[in-house]
């Protein structure tokens, strides 16, 4: 059974940058996809970026040309830098993937502040 763990949420000045970091253990050499979404407290959660096993990567709207998603096999991590953070990117940031076999996977999530 795979488990994805988050890190790098915490506390930033409006323009400032986070790099977020999920590490999947033991490995994410089965997955699909791999992706972060976000949540506010009594909001629906929504998805930041994906990326599939080939390479192809997606972006909301509201991040383009702000955040990049990337990952490195050999560490089985995905990561998401933000840059330009803005005080609505505030949110709970969950990392997922998806495991060929397993189905839905998610960790348990990482608090990413901003303020103005």
């Known amino acids: 059974q795979v488990t994805l763990v988050e890190s790098g949420g915490g506390l930033v000045q409006a323009g400032g940058s986070l790099r977020l970091s999920c590490v999947a253990s033991?490995?994410?050499?089965?997955?699909?996809?791999m992706g972060w979404y976000r949540q506010v407290p009594g909001q629906q959660r929504e998805l930041v970026a994906t990326?599939?096993?080939?390479?192809?990567?997606d972006y909301a709207d509201s991040v383009k040309g702000r955040f990049t998603i990337s990952r490195d096999n050999a560490r089985n991590t995905v990561y998401l830098k933000m840059n330009s953070l803005k005080p609505e990117d505030t949110a709970n940031y969950y990392c997922?993937?998806?495991?060929?076999?397993?189905?839905?996977?998610w960790g348990q999530g990482t608090q990413v502040t901003v303020s103005s």
């Open positions: 997922q993937m998806t495991d060929f076999l397993a189905g839905d996977i």
């Open positions: 033991p490995t994410m050499r089965t997955m699909q996809s």
């Open positions: 990326m599939t096993a080939g390479g192809r990567i």
